[in-house]
């Protein structure tokens, strides 16, 4: 009888087995960066919230032009750039008032008090990645997601909370990234 069971189990298996060793499956997966906000208790993972555009240039050329962007436009710390699977990160990045040069409230939206944006005058906390796709030989997909909470800086037992991106940083990274392809 296990005989049976055992015969029955792997012949429901072979469709799979078949299918994972099949071609015309893609085998590139995203690495998930799995980021915790302060004051959270559950984890958000980055490429979910990923916002995606086209980039017409190559996988590599692309992926060159982030780094650049990233570190020389935007100027945002990286903590991880990986060049196999073109993912640019950063978990954990602190920042208070501004951001690539900009109030932090053109970029989050952590809500608003007496003094104005929270985003402005708050300690932010701030996750980002950078993805890098192809498409075809000269196209790449870019995606860009943020995650970010904010704590008042006065007094020691403030909660986090969380903040809502604009989508200007996000389009902002892909816009320079389509500037600096073309120098490339």
Same mark, same amino acid.
């Given at each position: 009888?296990?005989?049976?069971?055992?015969?029955?189990?792997?012949?429901?298996?072979?469709?799979?087995?078949?299918?994972?060793?099949?071609?015309?499956?893609?085998?590139?997966?995203?690495?998930?960066?799995?980021?915790?906000?302060?004051?959270?208790?559950?984890?958000?993972?980055?490429?979910?919230?990923?916002?995606?555009?086209?980039?017409?240039?190559?996988?590599?050329?692309?992926?060159?032009?982030?780094?650049?962007?990233?570190?020389?436009?935007?100027?945002?710390?990286?903590?991880?750039?990986? $060049?196999?699977?073109?993912?640019?990160?950063?978990? +954990?990045?602190?920042?208070?008032? +501004?951001?690539?040069?900009?109030?932090?409230?053109?970029?989050?939206?952590?809500?608003?008090?007496?003094?104005?944006?929270?985003?402005? $005058?708050?300690?932010?906390?701030?996750?980002?990645?950078?993805?890098?796709?192809?498409?075809?030989?000269?196209?790449? +997909?870019?995606?860009?997601? *943020?995650?970010?909470?904010?704590?008042?800086?006065?007094?020691?037992?403030?909660?986090?909370?969380?903040?809502?991106?604009?989508?200007? *940083?996000? +389009?902002?990274?892909?816009?320079?990234?389509?500037?600096?392809?073309?120098?490339?």
């Amino acid at each position: 009888m296990l005989d049976v069971i055992r015969s029955v189990a792997f012949a429901a298996m072979l469709p799979s087995l078949a299918l994972s060793q099949s071609s015309d499956v893609p085998s590139q997966r995203r690495d998930p960066i799995e980021v915790f906000g302060q004051g959270r208790s559950a984890s958000v993972m980055l490429d979910s919230l990923a916002l995606w555009e086209n980039v017409s240039a190559s996988r590599a050329i692309a992926f060159d032009a982030v780094v650049r962007v990233i570190k020389h436009h935007v100027k945002l710390g990286v903590e991880h750039a990986d $060049t196999i699977s073109k993912v640019v990160y950063n978990r +954990r990045l602190i920042a208070i008032r +501004r951001l690539a040069g900009q109030p932090m409230s053109r970029w989050l939206r952590c809500g608003a008090g007496l003094t104005g944006e929270h985003a402005n $005058t708050w300690r932010i906390t701030l996750a980002y990645g950078v993805f890098v796709e192809p498409l075809s030989a000269d196209t790449s +997909r870019v995606g860009v997601a *943020l995650f970010a909470t904010a704590r008042n800086p006065e007094g020691v037992s403030t909660s986090a909370v969380a903040c809502a991106s604009t989508g200007a *940083l996000e +389009r902002e990274v892909i816009s320079k990234v389509r500037e600096v392809v073309q120098t490339l």
